[in-house]
């Protein structure tokens, strides 16, 4: 099994700092937010895009797929009682001339294989589509 460790410290009212191997993150703790730093429903989507594209690296040497770039957009709802996100939405847009069969292909995988996106699922509603670049 793997293992992962996160260590965060408050800095002051308006943020705190995350840290792991070589990195860290500023993050939003600010009661009144900041436009600087990610809030912590903006890391988790942060955290599920990071899963897909990482799960899209991870594949397509297996499925000899060839792609020039990768976008996530995701949307997640919020209810306020009790606090909690009760959807996600993504949109995955791939920079690709390989048909869309083999676009399918790829999002299956991405469903299937991703960690946190497999975590996410259990949670709560995560809905997506794949489509190809204008």
């Not at 860290?24 to 955290?47: K, Q, S, V, W």
């Not at 009760?86 to 299937?112: C, F, G, M, W």
Request: charged letters at 25%.
């Amino acid at each position: 099994m793997l293992e992962y460790k996160v260590h965060a410290s408050r800095i002051d009212a308006h943020g705190s700092l995350a840290r792991t191997k070589q990195a860290e993150i500023i993050l939003d703790t600010d009661i009144g937010g900041r436009a600087d730093a990610f809030n912590p429903a903006e890391l988790f989507l942060a955290a599920i895009a990071a899963c897909m594209i990482k799960s899209i690296e991870r594949v397509t040497p297996m499925l000899n797929f060839e792609l020039r770039g990768v976008d996530v957009t995701l949307h997640a709802v919020r209810q306020d009682a009790p606090p909690k996100i009760v959807s996600v939405d993504y949109e995955l847009i791939i920079d690709t001339d390989e048909p869309e069969q083999r676009l399918a292909l790829l999002h299956t995988n991405v469903r299937k294989y991703g960690t946190i996106s497999n975590t996410v699922a259990e949670a709560t509603r995560l809905d997506g589509t794949i489509r190809r670049k204008a």
